[in-house]
């Protein structure tokens, strides 16, 4: 995460090619971090975890007591849907991207060499 915020950062100082691909990357490396975040929360409650009531909070605010089940769907729902945010966000950057820089110079392949030609029309 720190290392997609600082590719963020220098997103918004300075908008260049460079760094349109390096937010593309601090998005991925965002979702991948709430994704393994939500795994290490299922497998930490889950095989870990010997209480059956989970509690949540801080002094100033307050404590919250769930059972161990209900925090870990809650716990996964949140990732769900903080990657699908970042998701959406990850497809409107490429967007912008390729709208500013134009689309990617592809090299020919193996799928360019194996075409057949088309014929030509004869009137």
Partial sequence: ??????FFIRFFTKDQESTRTKIISSMILAICSFSLLA????????WLYKYDVVYAGA???GYTMQTKKAFMV???FIAIVLDFIWAYF???ATTYSSALD????EEPGMDDLLKV????KLW
């Fill in 1 to 6: 995460m720190v290392v997609g915020a600082v």
């Fill in 39 to 46: 795994i290490w929360n299922l497998c930490y409650f889950q």
């Fill in 59 to 61: 002094d100033v605010v």
């Fill in 74 to 76: 809650w716990s996964l």
């Fill in 90 to 92: 990850l497809c409107v």
């Fill in 102 to 105: 134009g689309k990617p110079k």
């Fill in 117 to 120: 030609p088309e014929m030509p």
